[in-house]
């Protein structure tokens, strides 16, 4: 009569293993996203300090940062603490399925502690209000609303941007007095971060070579392995989680590595964006916001997509005008500061050039194509794939173009 | 004085509720509702396999949860947990499905005042949407007693901290019968009488809502599944 429990999830029946496996032989995602595209990410801020909801397709969970003072760990009297905690068992409907044995709430909470806990992000002795007497405590709850894959990146992120929304008030400490004052008193006090960490997952299946990033619940379930990493804005591994039973070489993981390390300087930078939009919000008087956005289809998105492309937009026209300039003497538009803009400039290029050196340890990523698997496999290839839409032309030039990288590796991979 | 003339008009009106049907995937019916700032998302699962221990022959067993979002429940969260549970019980056709469970999960998302109401409300929109078996639906209403001895229905955060008594009624929809008092503070019954009524107006008004919006839910997912099931055949 009832739905067979472990059948609860799809991707745990063979089939839908089976299934999800040979989509991947052949490049295929099911939501026609390719292998390394994101889902979008939108963020939406609650009324109050701390508060965020993120979607991320229909993966949806809400962040709460809370604070209260308490009395620090003797080994580290100098410190405030912080604690996570993910909730996976309210509207997800999640431990339905395997009631006690679960997994997934524990590796869920030490990879949260790992990537903010371990790492060190937040500035713990500017949480310390007396030593070894008391100290803030802060408190993050992450409630999964929905779980459809990547329930690790969409806490991380959901975390961290709860994280750089929090206000705290600020309290003093005289004659073994603590006073805490209120917002109207004395303006609230965001935390102090030394580094942004968010993380990045991938699925990788004995069937393919190339990995799948931001996996469904149906690609994370028929996965062979999971490669969960985190990275900060400036580009330093964080966490690195990889199980599973597929065989990985090194060049898969370095490759996941290299898109990770981007993708994660771009998530905090879309988080930076997005609270700038918030504080703006919260600046017009009169103003009703809050999670009732969510309800609200005419409420501003705070999402990656609209927001990173005005990013893009706006990186590329001083690049193209900066090119413009180098190859023709005369310059072509009259800029009316031009000694500031060159001023501008300069500081950029040299910036761009670190970021490049930042990474440099990393490999390029290695360039998508539609081919490789069909390369990969000349046998079993079917004819008809290779020949519409000029399969082979593309093949042929895609080879040429890794031998141009010089990399062996590439090479016998093809091979 | 046009703003103090609004402030009162507010005092006897429900503020704005908003609802979306099915925003999560995994529940059989879930929906998101909100009641001026304050936000709630209701899911059900039902009827499922219910563990043996729980198992009863002469209906199924209701689960019901409440989740505050910061922290662990605490009694704050039982007590509204088991508010929502006896309405539950009244209103529930439990007989229909014995050795089965139903599941209501209720999130708070944000509470700006009447979350008592607003959790019962969703609870019950979440039940219609999830098509589980009702004798009927049910609508709560809070309002409270200020320190100048007015009535003020559905107030927000700001308004309850300083009240003299706060009420909260559930109304179902056959009878209009009385389903949910919960009183707190000093009141005179003659005050008692006068809130029931306005809350017991106010609740018509949460029926009509219901009814709308899952009228209008249904209408247009009419056309969206004709579209929506051409593609899982194209793929």
């Not at chain 1, 963020?43 to 809370?66: C, E, I, N, R, Y």
């Not at chain 2, 539950?88 to 209720?106: C, D």
Request: aromatic content about 6%; proline content about 4%.
């Amino acid at each position: 009569m009832f739905m067979n429990s472990n059948l609860f999830e799809p991707g745990k029946s063979k089939s839908e293993r089976t299934f999800v496996q040979s989509a991947v032989k052949q490049n295929i995602r099911f939501d026609g996203r390719k292998s390394n595209e994101f889902r979008d990410v939108k963020l939406t801020f609650g009324a109050d300090w701390g508060t965020v909801a993120l979607s991320m397709g229909d993966t949806k969970v809400l962040a709460q940062v809370s604070c209260d003072i308490g009395t620090p760990s003797s080994a580290r009297g100098n410190e405030g603490t912080l604690h996570l905690n993910v909730d996976i068992k309210g509207v997800a409907f999640l431990d339905e399925v395997q009631a006690t044995h679960d997994q997934r709430q524990l590796t869920l909470n030490s990879l949260l502690e790992r990537t903010f806990r371990s790492s060190r992000c937040l500035d713990l002795e500017s949480l310390c209000i007396a030593t070894e007497q008391h100290v803030w405590c802060v408190r993050v709850d992450i409630n999964v609303l929905n779980h459809d894959g990547n329930l690790y990146d969409a806490s991380t992120i959901a975390a961290l941007a709860a994280l750089m929304h929090f206000r705290r008030p600020d309290v003093s400490f005289i004659e073994d007095e603590i006073r805490t004052y209120s917002e109207r008193e004395r303006e609230l006090m965001p935390l102090l971060f030394l580094h942004y960490p968010v993380s990045v997952t991938y699925c990788v299946y004995k069937s393919s070579t190339q990995p799948l990033v931001d996996p469904t619940l149906l690609e994370e379930n028929a996965a062979d392995s999971i490669i969960v990493l985190s990275f900060n804005s400036y580009q330093e591994l964080c966490t690195l989680n990889a199980g599973g039973t597929a065989p990985t070489n090194v060049r898969t993981i370095m490759q996941c590595a290299h898109g990770a390390a981007r993708r994660s300087k771009a998530l905090v930078q879309f988080i930076r964006k997005a609270l700038e939009l918030d504080a703006e919000r919260r600046e017009q008087p009169m103003q009703v916001f809050g999670l009732m956005d969510l309800l609200n289809e005419t409420a501003p998105k705070l999402s990656f997509k609209y927001l990173m492309e005005e990013e893009a937009e706006v990186d590329h026209t001083p690049d193209r005008a900066r090119v413009i300039e180098q190859k023709s003497d005369v310059e072509p538009m009259q800029l009316e500061e031009p000694v500031p803009q060159a001023q501008m400039q300069t500081p950029k290029k040299i910036l761009a050039e670190t970021t490049e050196d930042d990474i440099a340890w990393l490999p390029q990523e290695q360039p998508v194509d539609e081919a490789t698997p069909t390369a990969a496999k000349p046998g079993k290839a079917k004819p008809n794939r290779a020949k519409n839409k000029g399969g082979k032309k593309q093949q042929s030039q895609t080879t040429k173009k890794q031998n141009d990288s010089d990399s062996e590796e590439e090479v016998t991979q093809i091979l | 004085m046009s703003k103090k003339a609004a402030t009162n008009a507010a005092k006897d009106k429900l503020r704005e509720m908003q609802c979306k049907f099915n925003p999560l995937s995994r529940s059989d019916g879930s929906v998101m509702y909100s009641q001026g700032a304050t936000v709630v998302i209701a899911a059900v699962l039902g009827p499922i396999e219910v563990k043996t221990q729980n198992l009863s022959i002469e209906g199924s067993y209701l689960e019901c949860n409440y989740r505050p979002k910061a922290g662990l429940p605490q009694v704050k969260e039982r007590i509204r947990e088991a508010a929502i549970r006896d309405v539950l019980e009244l209103a529930l056709l439990s007989e229909a499905y014995p050795r089965s469970k139903m599941s209501l999960q209720v999130q708070e998302l944000e509470d700006r005042g009447s979350t008592d109401a607003c959790a019962l409300n969703s609870a019950c929109l979440a039940l219609l949407i999830g098509g589980l078996p009702l004798k009927y639906s049910f609508a709560a209403v809070h309002c409270i007693i200020n320190e100048q001895g007015e009535f003020v229905l559905d107030p927000e955060l700001n308004e309850t901290l300083r009240q003299q008594a706060s009420f909260t009624f559930a109304f179902d929809s056959v009878d209009g019968n009385l389903l949910l008092v919960q009183t707190k503070g000093a009141f005179k019954i003659a005050q008692f009488n006068d809130i029931e009524c306005i809350c017991r107006a106010a609740s018509a008004q949460i029926f009509d809502f219901y009814r709308s919006n899952l009228a209008k839910y249904h209408g247009r997912s009419a056309e969206n599944d004709s579209s929506s099931t051409d593609l899982p055949m194209e793929t």
